[in-house]
C-alpha cells in the first residue's frame, strides 16, 4: 500500500532539510541551559513592540520564510529558507503553532523565535532572528524568554540552542540569559 501523498512531500522535504542542514549544525556551538526548572527570568515586553504567537499574529508559517531572510541574511553561516524548510517545520512531530513567537511592531513583524519541547524534557531552541533595523532594544531577549517560559510551561528540564560560532551578538545574548557550552 502506498503512502498517502499528502504525507510524503512533507516527509521527504524533512529528510532532505536535515540532510542539507548537517554541515551547518558542524559550524554550530550548542549551547544548553541545564535546569530549566532554575531558570527564572521574567518575560519583559521591549520599548514599542509585543511578542505573540503565530497564531495571534494571524500568519501562518509562511511568514517565517520571510522573516527569516530578514533577520538572517547578515549573519554568519546564513542560508536562505525555502519552500522545503516549510515542509519540514510543519511536518516535524513536535510542531506546534503555539510555540512560535513572532514580535512586531504595530502592523510591522520583526523577529521570531521558535521553541520545540522535544522527548526526555529537553527544549529546543530552532531558531531566533530579529530585523537588523531593531537590533539592540531587547527583541531577542523578549522572544527569547517568551520561549524559554513556553518550554519551561511544556514540562522541559533543560533548553538547548545552536549558534554559529561567529556570531559574537548571539552568543553575548544566550549565555546572558544562562546558556552555557557542553
Not at 26 to 43: G, N
Request: net charge positive; charged share 25%; glycine share 12%.
Amino acid at each position: 500500500m502506498l503512502a498517502q501523498p499528502q504525507l510524503v512531500l512533507p516527509l521527504l522535504a524533512r529528510r532532505y532539510v536535515s540532510w542539507k542542514e548537517r554541515n551547518v549544525i558542524q559550524e554550530c556551538l550548542e549551547l544548553r541551559i541545564s535546569d530549566l526548572q532554575e531558570w527564572a527570568a521574567p518575560v519583559e515586553a521591549f520599548p514599542g513592540g509585543e511578542v505573540v504567537t503565530l497564531t495571534q499574529c494571524g500568519a501562518g508559517e509562511w511568514l517565517l520564510r520571510r522573516l527569516h531572510r530578514e533577520c538572517f541574511a547578515d549573519s554568519p553561516g546564513y542560508r536562505p529558507a525555502g519552500l522545503l524548510h516549510i515542509l519540514a517545520l510543519r511536518a516535524a512531530p513536535y510542531h506546534d503553532p503555539q510555540g512560535i513567537f513572532i514580535a512586531r511592531m504595530g502592523k510591522r513583524e520583526i523577529g521570531f523565535c521558535i521553541g520545540r519541547p522535544r522527548p526526555g524534557g529537553r527544549g529546543l531552541i530552532n531558531g531566533l532572528g530579529v530585523h537588523p533595523e531593531f537590533r539592540g532594544r531587547g527583541v531577542g531577549r523578549a522572544l527569547l524568554r517568551t520561549a524559554l517560559t513556553y518550554l519551561h510551561g511544556k514540562g522541559a528540564s533543560e533548553a538547548v540552542i545552536r549558534v554559529h560560532s561567529e556570531n559574537a551578538a548571539a552568543l553575548q545574548l544566550y549565555r546572558s540569559e544562562g546558556f552555557r557550552e557542553f
